[in-house]
């Protein structure tokens, strides 16, 4: 199993260019999830999902957007690139338990820099 | 908004000491998580707990469900065991399906 797949790894924006981050799991999880972790910071939830076809902002949504069109992905897109957006983000994925998330299997993490 | 406060922030061992990093939350919870963060940035998951306590290798996890509190032990810490430790819990107050981080707790084992 590849687990989460996060891609690119690196990526370097210029003031006001758009792209996608693209995660991908193999686990058939129904929870995913898109964080940023500032420097020395927590991680913030931008946006999450419970399944295909259902999407919720989390605390920090501005500036972002995201689909769910399969089981598998849950791509991030960033229009209007800024350099408050300057983040490394993070895919995460989980199936449901209880009342909450079950284990959470994270990506690597996508270090974005916007010039 | 579930509340989930960590302490220390901040804690440097020796090679070989006990570790305690403590996690409250002020909401109740079905199940915490710790996860840890790497120095290369990877993050994993080490427990999720819902009652008692669990242990892998020599970290330990313990949850007082009452008393809303959870502790990370770690025996015989190892300089490999630096890393940042977070405990996160289920926002049940908005979503069950999102999880409240805390800040994290910046572990450092000297050799």
């Known amino acids: 199993n590849a687990g989460v797949t996060q891609t690119p790894k690196f990526r370097i924006l210029k003031i006001g260019q758009s792209m996608t981050l693209q995660c991908a799991q193999d686990?058939?999880?129904?929870?995913m999830y898109w964080y940023r972790q500032d420097p020395g910071m927590g991680l913030k939830l931008i946006y999450y999902?419970?399944?295909?076809?259902?999407?919720d902002k989390g605390e920090v949504p501005n500036g972002y957007n995201v689909s769910r069109s399969t089981t598998e992905d849950f791509p991030l897109r960033l229009e209007l690139a800024a350099p408050s957006q300057t983040s490394v983000y993070f895919c995460?994925?989980?199936?449901?338990?209880?009342?909450?998330?079950?284990?959470?299997?994270f990506g690597e993490g996508s270090r974005l820099t916007v010039l | 908004k579930n509340e989930v406060e960590q302490s220390p922030q901040n804690l440097t061992a020796q090679e070989g000491e006990f570790i305690t990093i403590n996690c409250s939350y002020s909401?109740?919870?079905?199940?915490l998580h710790w996860l840890q963060q790497h120095p290369g940035g990877g993050i994993v998951s080490l427990f999720m707990?819902?009652?008692g306590k669990k242990k892998h290798g020599r970290l330990i996890a313990t949850i007082n469900i009452q008393e809303k509190h959870s502790s990370l032990h770690i025996t015989a810490s190892h300089p490999r065991d630096s890393a940042v430790y977070i405990c996160?819990?289920?926002?049940?107050?908005?979503?069950?399906?999102?999880?409240?981080f805390g800040e994290g707790t910046q572990l450092t084992v000297n050799p």
């Open positions: 995460a994925s989980s199936s449901p338990l209880g009342e909450g998330p079950g284990e959470l299997f």
């Open positions: 686990m058939n999880h129904n929870y």
């Open positions: 999902s419970v399944g295909a076809g259902i999407t």
């Open positions: 909401v109740g919870i079905s199940a």
């Open positions: 707990l819902s009652s």
């Open positions: 996160a819990a289920p926002d049940k107050l908005t979503s069950g399906s999102r999880l409240t």
